[in-house]
Structures are given as C-alpha cells and as structure tokens.
C-alpha cells in the first residue's frame, strides 16, 4: 500500500463512502425486493415471507458467496466485481443462479408475482451485462437501489418514490467518491433500474 493510499484510507469520508457501498451493496435491495413481492403475492403472509427468502437465496445469497469465493481466490478484484473486464463473469454468474431459481419457484408453485420478479431482475442483468460489453460500467449499485423503490411504489404505494431523491444521492456519492464509476455510470444505473422495473410492470401477472 502507497502512503497516498493509506492516507486515502485513513480519511473519513473515503470510509463512510465505503461503508456506504458495503451496506447498501446491491445483495440487500435484491433481497428486500424478493421478500416484498413474495409477502405482496402470496394469500398469507407468513408463507410470502418464506417465498422471498427462498427466492432471495438464489438472487442474492448464492451469486454474493460464489462472488466472495471469487474475491478470495483472486477471480475477481473485490466484491463489488470494480473492473470492468471482470464484470462478464460476475453477470454470467447472477443471471444463472436467478433462472435456476426461477425454474424451482415455478416447479415448487411460487406466487407468480414473485416469479415475474426474478424474470425481471433476469432481464436487468442482461440489459447492464449488454451496456457494460459497449464500454459504460453502469452502476449495479444504483440500478439495485433504484429498483426496490419502484417495486414498492408499484406494489405498495407511491409515496416509496421519496426515498429515491434521499438515498440515491448518497449512493451515487459514495460510488463517485471511491472512483468505481463515473457520473454517467450512476445516472445510467438508475435510468435503467427504473425503465426495466417499469416497463416489466406490463407484464405483471393477473392478480398481482
């Protein structure tokens, strides 16, 4: 470690950026949208709860292990998968485990608001995996965060929408501050959690 890089380090706002990005890494808007639409789309809440989770395991528990597994022996440069070239086999990774858990929910006769949700989130990772092939990094980060505050606009009310201008700022900072992505790559993240949130809603399931 450089002494500009320990110094860095040392400063205060370079580790409340990082705690920042270790708190509301993309593993917990993921899970928190699962465990949403299985209470929201399951007759007793208890059981929708246990959808979320199980669903939950395979979007965010599963591709956040395989990822540190990675971390550790060298796959990947850290957690948060920052470098781009990386980035092919972190999405290969997200997508698989979210269509094997997909195909269990559909065979064990998950809600099927829940299994709109993970086709959803399948299609979000091939859309950010496709504009990071093109060269732009967008931020998982903001698109994940993003994301969760137009589920529970959608499924619960519109007043989640004012969450959005408080917590995405403080993300967008903490990515910036640390250098993981461009201004582009923040706004772009969450343009695109919210278009294919949106836009998925179209294809929600009757009763949901």
Do not use: N
Request: charge should be positive; aromatic fraction near 6%; hydrophobic fraction near 60%.
């Amino acid at each position: 470690m450089t002494s500009s890089t320990a110094a860095a380090a040392r400063d205060p706002a370079t580790r409340a950026a990082r705690i920042i990005t270790e708190v509301l890494t993309p593993v917990v808007p993921v899970l928190l949208i699962c465990v949403l639409c299985g209470v929201h789309g399951a007759p007793r809440p208890w059981a929708g709860l246990g959808w979320g989770l199980l669903a939950g395991v395979f979007c965010a528990v599963i591709p956040f292990a395989v990822i540190e597994a990675g971390v550790r022996r060298r796959g990947f440069s850290d957690r948060q998968v920052s470098r781009r070239e990386e980035r092919r086999g972190a999405y290969a990774i997200g997508i698989g485990s979210v269509l094997c858990g997909a195909a269990a929910l559909v065979l064990l006769g998950a809600p099927a608001l829940l299994t709109w949700a993970l086709a959803t989130m399948v299609v979000g990772l091939l859309v950010c995996a496709a504009v990071t092939a093109a060269g732009i990094k967008a931020s998982l980060h903001m698109f994940c965060a993003t994301a969760l505050g137009v589920f529970a606009a959608l499924l619960v009310s519109p007043w989640w929408l004012l969450m959005l201008p408080v917590l995405l700022p403080v993300i967008a900072w903490s990515r910036l501050h640390l250098r993981q992505h461009t201004r582009a790559e923040v706004v772009l993240g969450a343009v695109l959690g919210a278009a294919v949130t949106v836009l998925g809603w179209l294809f929600v399931p009757a009763g949901g």
